[in-house]
């Protein structure tokens, strides 16, 4: 989980070398199989909508989500906030350059217009706002995986070659984070906000 940022916080971007050896036939050798390739991920560009969302800040390793998560759908029971979609995760520090007890991230739940009467009453480190509608470059976390670091490496590289520009943070919504599951154990959509990078004027 520590490389998840430094992707983009350093405009990383990642090139296969493929190494080939040859083996010197001769007319009894027989070739030995071939290991498969794992297929690249599938990055595709989605339309994010426009929500509210209720939200709290936590402080601490990104593997020791999960209850956090938790607890912040359990707030919007007692509230009377009825989530409209899975938890989403914005990573707000570069986890390379603070000890894990530091990370931050922003956990999200979409929730509905009527949240909003909520704003300014829950606390120092939680709270419910609007967000923009906004396109993102997506790829796929499949439970299971505890690091995602090669998804990310995978998608800053789609990004930059497909003429799109990353214009905040990455983020990831996880199915399963309401009954307090693990990173690890979570299906997770990454997403990167991007726009189309404007074309180069030539004189």
Same mark, same amino acid.
């Given at each position: $989980?520590?490389?998840? &940022? $430094?992707?983009?916080?350093? *405009?990383?971007?990642?090139?296969?070398?493929?190494?080939?050896?040859?083996?010197?036939?001769?007319?009894?050798?027989?070739?030995?199989?071939?290991?498969?390739?794992?297929?690249?991920?599938?990055?595709?560009?989605?339309?994010?909508?426009?929500? !509210?969302?209720?939200?709290?800040?936590?402080?601490?390793?990104?593997?020791?989500? %999960?209850?956090?998560? %938790?607890?912040?759908?359990?707030?919007?029971?007692?509230? @009377?906030?009825?989530?409209?979609?899975?938890?989403?995760?914005?990573?707000?520090?570069?986890?390379?350059?603070?000890?894990?007890?530091? &990370?931050?991230?922003?956990?999200?739940?979409?929730? %509905?217009?009527?949240?909003?009467?909520?704003? @300014?009453?829950? *606390?120092?480190?939680?709270?419910?706002?609007?967000?923009?509608?906004?396109?993102?470059?997506?790829?796929?976390?499949?439970?299971?995986?505890?690091?995602?670091?090669?998804?990310?490496?995978?998608?800053?590289? &789609? !990004?930059?070659?497909?003429?799109?520009?990353?214009?905040?943070?990455?983020?990831? =919504? /996880?199915?399963?984070?309401?009954? %307090?599951?693990?990173?690890?154990?979570?299906? /997770?959509? =990454?997403?990167?906000?991007?726009?189309?990078?404007?074309?180069?004027?030539?004189?």
């Amino acid at each position: $989980m520590s490389k998840r &940022w $430094m992707a983009y916080a350093a *405009g990383i971007v990642v090139g296969a070398v493929l190494v080939t050896a040859r083996l010197i036939a001769q007319p009894s050798a027989v070739k030995p199989a071939q290991t498969p390739t794992a297929p690249a991920p599938e990055v595709s560009v989605v339309k994010v909508p426009a929500q !509210v969302v209720l939200y709290t800040i936590y402080r601490g390793d990104y593997a020791q989500v %999960g209850p956090a998560i %938790g607890k912040l759908f359990a707030l919007a029971g007692q509230k @009377g906030l009825m989530p409209r979609g899975p938890a989403a995760m914005t990573y707000l520090n570069n986890p390379q350059l603070v000890s894990k007890e530091h &990370w931050l991230t922003e956990i999200r739940i979409p929730v %509905g217009e009527e949240a909003l009467s909520q704003a @300014g009453k829950l *606390g120092e480190m939680t709270d419910v706002k609007r967000l923009p509608a906004l396109e993102a470059a997506r790829v796929t976390k499949a439970a299971g995986v505890a690091d995602p670091a090669p998804l990310y490496e995978a998608l800053d590289t &789609w !990004v930059s070659r497909n003429g799109y520009l990353g214009i905040d943070g990455p983020m990831e =919504i /996880c199915e399963g984070g309401a009954t %307090g599951q693990s990173y690890a154990q979570m299906q /997770c959509q =990454i997403l990167l906000p991007v726009k189309k990078a404007a074309a180069e004027k030539r004189d």
